[in-house]
T-cell receptor, first 115, second 112 residues
Framework: DVKVTQSSRYLVKRTGEKVFLECVQD?????MFWYRQDPGLGLRLIYF???????EKGDIPEGYSVSREKKERFSLILESASTNQTSMYLC??????????????FGQGTRLTVV | GENVEQHPSTLSVQEGDSAVIKCTYS??????FPWYKQELGKGPQLIID?????GEKKDQRIAVTLNKTAKHFSLHITETQPEDSAVYFC???????????FGQGTILTVHP
């Protein structure tokens, strides 16, 4: 059974704190993604990685950074948390490859509240 | 970059009725169009997808149609059941590039 696991279901952090969201996949996928989900806005891509130590900015990277030191693990970092980063965060992974129609598998999400 | 618009934002139907959700995309190079269902407290899960060389695909009560010329695609659910109640997302991507762009989501409620 394929699995993408996010380290926390719920997090409450204070403004200005450095926050780490962790994601692990057990499918040997090359691609990993971090999305943010807000009502009425759908899923917006923050960052993605297509290989170890590789990363690309998504549509809303400001205020975030990422780290991928191992193939199975992709971390999202909020350098200095702000209240407008209160949201649901979703991690996903997929296979890579030219001409391959690859399904993205999602974790269960982390609901982050910044107070 | 790609932009995906999804309508309606909410949809309420009676059990047994059909439901239709529509999406448009902007990047003519997009050639893969998946649909995801998100149940309460869970991450999105793929329910059906369509490639650009196909106009229609069906899987039991769910079907997806694609009009490449008009750059829009739709999800059709027939004989809806209460367990179909969820948030549905459409998405688009180029197979040569891993990034998926999602629509805004549709909250579907099926009343018994």
């Amino acid at each position: 059974d394929v699995k993408v696991t996010q380290s926390s279901r719920y997090l409450v952090k204070r403004t200005g704190e450095k926050v780490f969201l962790e994601c692990v996949q057990d499918m040997d996928h090359e691609n990993m993604f971090w999305y943010r989900q807000d009502p009425g806005l759908g899923l917006r891509l923050i960052y993605f990685s297509y290989d170890v130590k590789m990363k690309e900015k998504g549509d809303i990277p400001e205020g975030y950074s990422v780290s991928r030191e191992k193939k199975e693990r992709f971390s999202l970092i909020l350098e200095s948390a702000s209240t407008n980063q209160t949201s649901m965060y979703l991690c996903a992974s997929s296979f890579s490859g030219q001409g391959v129609y690859t399904e993205a598998f999602f974790g269960q999400g982390t609901r982050l509240t910044v107070v | 970059g790609e932009n995906v618009e999804q309508h309606p934002s909410t949809l309420s139907v009676q059990e047994g009725d059909s439901a239709v959700i529509k999406c448009t995309y902007s990047d003519s190079a997009s050639n893969y169009f998946p649909w995801y269902k998100q149940e309460l407290g869970k991450g999105p899960q793929l329910i059906i997808d369509i490639r650009s060389n196909v106009g229609e695909k069906k899987d039991q009560r769910i079907a997806v149609t694609l009009n490449k010329t008009a750059k829009h695609f739709s999800l059709h659910i027939t004989e809806t059941q209460p367990e179909d109640s969820a948030v549905y997302f459409c998405a688009a991507k180029r197979t040569s590039y891993g990034k998926l762009t999602f629509g805004q989501g549709t909250i579907l409620t099926v009343h018994p």
